[in-house]
């Protein structure tokens, strides 16, 4: 089983909708959650990192759910420019500080 | 501050020949690793360091041998290459240990290595 499994879309969504991504993890010592961004050939850049608490930045919201072991991401209101590839990633107490990516989710935003 | 640079930025290359990858960081990070990316694969670890002098194996090291003879560099050698390294490799770069949630990997621009 994967380490991190992701929906890999591709989601077309317009302008002003709000979408959300789930990415599953198959390790309970897992402990740290993060998404990334992915532009089409750029290199990943970090979105935001994910709390037990939750948290939100702007449009962006982001959950942990250690019970169902899932993250989620919320984006309201989209725009153009969020069009990306998003990529979760979790890291393990016991392996270091490796970092287990998703293989990504495609959002599209039309206008 | 540069971040994380990769030299080069492209490359093509015939089966058997070697090359070497090149990361830079300036951020005084211990930790560093090299990734390949291909489509529907995602990102997979190939080998990391988790300070000057040290490597370990991640998830993908077959074919490819790396170094960290300087904290601010990490080296990724292919000594015979293969159509099968044909990828686009990240260098990427961390400071904290795990379970640090503020902490995060910072990426450089990526390597497009085709191996005909």
């Known amino acids: 089983r994967k380490e991190v499994e992701q929906d890999p879309g591709p989601f077309n969504v317009p302008e002003g909708a709000t979408v959300a991504f789930n990415c599953t993890y198959s390790?309970?010592?897992?402990?740290?959650f993060f998404w990334y961004r992915q532009d089409c050939r750029k290199e990943p850049k970090l979105l935001m990192s994910?709390?037990?608490s939750g948290n939100e930045d702007g449009r962006f919201t982001a959950q942990l759910n250690r019970a169902s072991q899932y993250i989620s991401l919320l984006i309201r209101d989209s725009k153009l420019s969020d069009s990306a590839t998003y990529l979760c990633?979790?890291?393990?107490?016991?392996?270091?500080?490796?970092?287990?990516f998703g293989t990504g989710t495609s959002l599209t935003v039309i206008p | 501050n540069a971040g994380v640079t990769q030299t080069p930025k492209f490359r093509v290359l015939k089966t058997g020949q070697s090359m070497t990858l090149l990361c830079a960081q300036d951020?005084?990070?211990?930790?560093m690793y090299w990734y390949r990316q291909d489509p529907g694969m995602g990102l997979r670890l190939i080998h990391y360091?988790?300070?000057?002098?040290?490597?370990a194996k991640g998830e993908v090291p077959d074919g490819y041998n790396v170094s960290r003879l300087k904290k601010q560099n990490f080296l990724l050698g292919l000594e015979s290459a293969a159509p099968s390294q044909t990828s686009v490799y990240f260098c990427?770069?961390?400071?904290?240990?795990?379970?640090?949630?503020?902490?995060?990997?910072?990426f450089g621009p990526g390597t497009r290595l085709t191996v005909l």
């Open positions: 990427a770069s961390s400071y904290s240990l795990a379970g640090a949630s503020t902490d995060t990997q910072y």
């Open positions: 390790n309970s010592a897992s402990q740290s």
């Open positions: 994910v709390y037990s």
């Open positions: 990633a979790v890291t393990r107490s016991n392996t270091g500080n490796q970092f287990y």
């Open positions: 951020m005084n990070h211990e930790y």
């Open positions: 360091s988790v300070g000057e002098g040290t490597t």
